[in-house]
């Protein structure tokens, strides 16, 4: 059976926090029998979005990440709350019973991503339940979705295994897939979160002055293997992204017909590495 799937593209998502007030617009003070009791005004929110800053200067790059229930096929909120205060429906929405889970605030603690938020005046543990009660009624979206303005959010209904290719294809992945709870909210540019990068500037002396160099091949190699290549752009800049934390020693080689070629030695850590003016000659 096809099951409910969101795609967040991680590079359009902009903090507008159109998602966010959607949803407390939806779910607080209102009551959806068998789906939620409402949801607290105050507080944290069932969808958050966390920000992500990385490398400095003008090559820093700012990304953000929507977070919110995964809607897992083997969660452990499932398993914690096997007596039917969690259920998972056919089409793949995990709901958090609003009789059944009341008092349940161990359910908060099961949830590895931090997805399930407690609401005190209702002794409840709450998450956003993919906006079901709408979906029910002949809505093809949650509002989540269609209030973003960059279609950084799309719900798509697709069997596991054409879900399975799509995300290849495509280059979806999930959130600490070392869990195992197989989860249903897939992310694109993911690497702007979890990958570091190399980053500088390509510089040269012209007529006594220090200008950009637009146009260098620059290369990534480690081991004596190249691992990338780029050109900088009109302002010099090259970047290497996508790279794994703590990956070690590269070398860094820049070419230029004109203005000549300069190699750098860079050490990757857990952080992006942004290079001082790198000066060809």
Same mark, same amino acid.
Do not use: W, Y
């Given at each position: 059976m096809d099951k409910w799937n969101l795609i967040v593209d991680v590079a359009e998502c902009h903090n507008c926090n159109n998602c966010v007030l959607s949803a407390k617009d939806e779910f607080v003070g209102n009551a959806f029998a068998g789906y939620s009791a409402p949801h607290a005004a105050h507080g944290p929110a069932v969808i958050r979005i966390e920000r992500r800053v990385r490398g400095s200067g003008h090559l820093s790059d700012v990304a953000y990440l929507p977070r919110l229930?995964?809607?897992?096929?083997?969660?452990?909120?499932?398993?914690?709350?096997?007596?039917?205060?969690?259920?998972?429906?056919?089409?793949?929405?995990?709901?958090?019973d609003p009789v059944k889970a009341r008092g349940r605030r161990d359910l908060v603690d099961a949830c590895p991503y931090g997805a399930v938020v407690w609401n005190e005046e209702q002794q409840l543990p709450q998450t956003w339940f993919f906006d079901a009660h709408l979906l029910d009624q002949g809505w093809t979206a949650?509002?989540?979705? #269609?209030? *973003?303005?960059?279609? +950084?959010l799309q719900?798509?209904?697709?069997?596991?295994?054409?879900? /399975?290719?799509r995300a290849q294809r495509d280059g979806l992945r999930v959130l600490q897939p070392e869990l195992g709870t197989r989860p249903h909210v897939h992310y694109r540019n993911l690497h702007r979160i979890?990958?570091?990068?190399?980053?500088?500037?390509?510089?040269?002396?012209?007529?006594?002055? #220090?200008? *950009?160099?637009?146009? +260098?091949?620059?290369?990534?190699?480690?081991?004596?293997?190249?691992? /990338?290549?780029?050109?900088?752009?009109a302002f010099g800049d090259f970047r290497f992204d996508g790279l794994a934390p703590g990956s070690g020693a590269f070398t860094l080689t820049l070419h230029h017909e004109q203005r000549g070629q300069a190699q750098v030695p860079v050490v990757l850590s857990d952080l992006c590495v942004t290079l001082p003016d790198v000066r060809l000659s």
């Open positions: 229930c995964n809607h897992c096929d083997d969660g452990p909120c499932l398993k914690a709350g096997a007596d039917g205060a969690v259920r998972k429906r056919e089409d793949g929405i995990v709901i958090f949650p509002r989540a979705v #269609t209030a *973003c303005p960059t279609r +950084a719900a798509v209904r697709a069997s596991d295994a054409a879900m /399975a290719e979890d990958r570091v990068f190399i980053a500088g500037s390509a510089v040269a002396s012209v007529g006594g002055r #220090t200008e *950009c160099v637009e146009g +260098a091949e620059a290369s990534l190699s480690q081991g004596g293997r190249t691992v /990338a290549q780029t050109r900088t752009d």
